[in-house]
């Protein structure tokens, strides 16, 4: 019978409201403007440099994770380090979803803190546009 054997360590910080996503064999979780990244072989917890503002929903793409919330995103290049902005999305929202699809980002649904969206945007890392 498989059995699921718990023994990783608890984060530094606890989180609700967060995102989680993977690069290689790290697993890096990001709540508020802290982000905690997981080495799946050494087992331990990283705190990495912090984001400018807490985030909401966040993907990988290639080397660069890229995390969003109201009308703003920026990337984290997971080869330097360093995090930059990025163009401002169209539509301000929060609890939305993303996704990559074909190379670009995929932004679906949320609200803006008077109705619940429907819409989607797409950005394009090759343009930098939203659209």
């Known amino acids: 019978m498989n059995t699921f054997n718990n023994d990783l360590p608890s984060m530094n910080s606890r ?3 967060h ?3 993977t ?3 790290r697993i890096f979780v990001l709540g508020g403007d802290a982000v905690e990244m997981f080495d799946i072989d050494t087992k331990r917890w990283t705190t990495i440099p912090s984001m400018r503002r807490g985030r909401c929903a966040a ?3 290639g080397d660069d994770m890229i ?5 703003e995103a920026e990337q984290y290049n997971l080869i330097s380090k360093q995090w930059s902005p990025l163009p401002s999305m169209n539509t301000g929202r929060d609890g939305f979803a993303a996704a990559v699809l074909d190379g670009k980002i995929i932004v679906i649904g949320g ?4 109705e619940c969206l429907a819409s989607v945007e797409e950005y394009d890392p090759s343009t930098g546009e939203w659209r």
């Open 15 to 17: 989180r609700f409201l």
């Open 67 to 71: 995390v969003m919330e109201g009308n």
């Open 19 to 21: 995102a989680a996503v």
């Open 111 to 114: 609200y803006n803190y008077s």
């Open 23 to 25: 690069h290689g064999r």
């Open 59 to 61: 993907v990988v793409l």
